[in-house]
């Protein structure tokens, strides 16, 4: 099978939030390209709740669009997620942001996979920790591909300003 590359965000608010996200890294650890920094985060999307742990992750293997997101939906199950309020707490979300192949991007309109993430480009969440690993990362947007530095210069400022680095994750730093 071709190899594809993948750009997931995992977010935590309840329980052991590095917890929650080192069982990320470790299920991807054989496609790891790389991990971003552990941010604090605000809740994006207007549901009072604790601060997310946000990180960004970079991975390539065999593995078509569904593969990625089935691993997503695997690890929410592992960290017995459930999904009370749309954009609410929770203890784990993994979502596929972008997936290419060879620098193809893939768009997808299939409700189970949107790709690229619609939302994406409004989360600071996702943006600020991907532009940490990758300098050079663009985003599709209905306006075409855009860097995603500009998108985040983009961003409010008071948004861009609480997501903050607090932590690499244990032997899992930037690479
Ligand atoms: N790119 C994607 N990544 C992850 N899930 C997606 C994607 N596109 C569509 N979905 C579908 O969205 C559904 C709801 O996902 P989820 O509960 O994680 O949403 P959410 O995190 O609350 O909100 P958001 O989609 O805005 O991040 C899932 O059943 C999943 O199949
Ligand atoms: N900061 C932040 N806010 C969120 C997050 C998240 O991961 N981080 N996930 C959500 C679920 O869709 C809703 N809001």
Redesign the pocket.
């Known amino acids: 099978m071709i190899r594809s590359r993948a750009v997931l965000s995992a977010g935590s608010n309840v329980g052991d939030r590095l917890a929650h996200l080192t069982t990320v890294v470790e299920r991807l650890a054989d496609d790891l390209v790389a991990t971003s920094p552990v941010y604090s985060t605000p809740p994006w999307?207007g549901v009072e709740q604790d601060d997310f742990y946000n990180i960004t992750l970079i991975v390539e293997g065999a593995k078509r669009p569904d593969d990625w997101?089935e691993i997503?939906?695997e690890l929410?199950r592992s960290a017995d997620r459930t999904?009370e309020i749309?954009?609410g707490p929770?203890t784990l979300?993994?979502?596929?942001?972008s997936v290419s192949y060879d620098g193809e991007v893939v768009r997808s309109d299939?409700?189970?996979?949107?790709?690229?993430?619609p939302?994406a480009a409004e989360r600071a969440f996702v943006l600020v920790p991907w532009l940490a690993i990758d300098p050079e990362a663009a985003l599709w947007t209905p306006e075409g591909a855009r860097p995603v530095a500009d998108l985040v210069e983009q961003l409010d400022a008071d948004e861009r300003a609480g997501v903050r680095p607090v932590a690499d994750l244990p032997g899992v730093g930037p690479r």
């Open positions: 999307g997101l997503c939906h929410e999904r749309r954009w929770r979300d993994v979502d596929v942001i299939d409700p189970d996979l949107l790709l690229p993430h939302r």
